[in-house]
Every structure is written in C-alpha cells, then in structure tokens.
T-cell receptor
Framework: QQQVKQSPQSLIVQKGGIPIINCAYENTAFDYFPWYQQFPGKGPALLIAIRPDVSEKKEGRFTISFNKSAKQFSLHIMDSQPGDSATYFCAASRAGTASKLTFGTGTRLQVTL | GAGVSQSPSNKVTEKGKDVELRCDPISGHTALYWYRQSLGQGLEFLIYFQGNSAPDKSGLPSDRFSAERTGGSVSTLTIQRTQQEDSAVYLC????????????FGPGTRLLVL
C-alpha cells in the first residue's frame, strides 16, 4: 500500500521556470511533511518541511503549499537553476512513530539552460 | 563533525551469500534509521534505533534481514542468504533524538546480488 503518491515521475523545465511537484497522502494521522533533494550518488538531504497547521512555507526559492482537506502538498521551485537538477522526494510521518518517514517514489527534475 | 558515513560504498555478491553493511552516524545522534532504495522507487523504511530502547523492526522485509547497533553508535545491517531482489541502495540516516528532528542521510551502499 503506497501511502504517499508523488507526481510527476520526471519533469523538464527551462532555467527560470517554476517546476511544481505534487504529493497526495492517505493517512490523516500524518502530521509532518518534509521534502528531500537527492543528487546522483548521494544520500537525500532535507530541503524544506511543513506541518499541517500552516498552508504555506517558504525557504529561499523553495515553497511548500499544503492543503489539509484535500490531503495534498506540493513543492514549487522559483527561478529554477540547472543546479536544481536532482531527484526530489516528498515524505510524511505521524506522531508516535519516531519520525519514521514514508516516502513518495520521487520526481527526477532536469533544468535546462 | 563529519556526516553519516557508510561502508562499503558498493558491494557485489553472489546469491545465497551473507553481507554486512556498516553505518557510522553523526556523533551525538541517538536515533539511527535504515532505509532501502530500489531502482526507480522511493525509500522504504527498514529499522529504527533510539538510544537503549528496543529497535523498531517493523520495516524489515523478511527474517533474512537483521540489524544491530553497538554502543549506541555504529550500526550493522546484515542480509543473510541474499537474493537478487535484495539488490538496492541501502541508506542509513541519523537524527539528534528521533523525535521531529531532521534525518541526515549517508551516501548509501549499493548492493548488487548476482
């Protein structure tokens, strides 16, 4: 059972564009939603995270939008750069599970010149 | 200091052999996680250690998989009688205390079972 569904699988945008990656979850007990960025040959690194008591969080060029009623959240990358080319994973965890993360299947982003 | 380190970085083994994968967490981090990343898939939780508490083994896919953490620091993931479907990247992560803390991942061990 896939508890976090992520789309699209891959995405190509031009430099300066705004890629949007979407995730949907099923378990209403989830209360922590991080996004991880992974470069080839490296482990994932935390990019930004949100809790369901807010609808939006910005950190630099990265924004998470959260819709609790729809059980959806998304990552927006403003003014994307070739250095943003990586695989992005959404994840979720719930209280009482020691932050055990359930991950989406990942989105491979390519930012072209 | 240094981040999470894992060894070996790559491991090729024959079906049926046992393998051991090592993780050195960030110094001072009490929580340690193992995840598995199969080709084109997301990360799958395997096992979690927190201090001296009993580990959460709920993600281990079979009894061929086991892990231990010695002295609250280094952890070893052991896969017995490896199968081809065990081929994946095994990632280790650590966090300060395991409760709503950022998980820092190592570079992973790429396991190929022939």
């Amino acid at each position: 059972q896939q508890q976090v569904k992520q789309s699209p699988q891959s995405l190509i945008v031009q430099k300066g564009g705004i890629p949007i990656i979407n995730c949907a979850y099923e378990n209403t007990a989830f209360d922590y939603f991080p996004w991880y960025q992974q470069f080839p040959g490296k482990g994932p690194a935390l990019l930004i995270a949100i809790r369901p008591d807010v609808s939006e969080k910005k950190e630099g060029r990265f924004t998470i939008s959260f819709n609790k009623s729809a059980k959806q959240f998304s990552l927006h990358i403003m003014d994307s750069q070739p250095g943003d080319s990586a695989t992005y994973f959404c994840a979720a965890s719930r209280a009482g599970t020691a932050s055990k993360l359930t991950f989406g299947t990942g989105t491979r982003l390519q930012v072209t010149l | 200091g240094a981040g999470v380190s894992q060894s070996p970085s790559n491991k090729v083994t024959e079906k049926g052999k046992d393998v051991e994968l090592r993780c050195d967490p960030i110094s001072g981090h009490t929580a340690l996680y193992w995840y598995r990343q199969s080709l084109g898939q997301g990360l799958e939780f395997l096992i979690y250690f927190q201090g001296n508490s009993a580990p959460d083994k709920s993600g281990l896919p079979s009894d061929r998989f086991s892990a231990e953490r010695t002295g609250g620091s280094v952890s070893t993931l052991t896969i017995q009688r490896t199968q081809q479907e065990d081929s994946a990247v095994y990632l280790c992560a650590s966090s300060l205390n395991g409760v709503r803390e950022t998980q820092y991942f190592g570079p992973g061990t790429r396991l190929l079972v022939l």
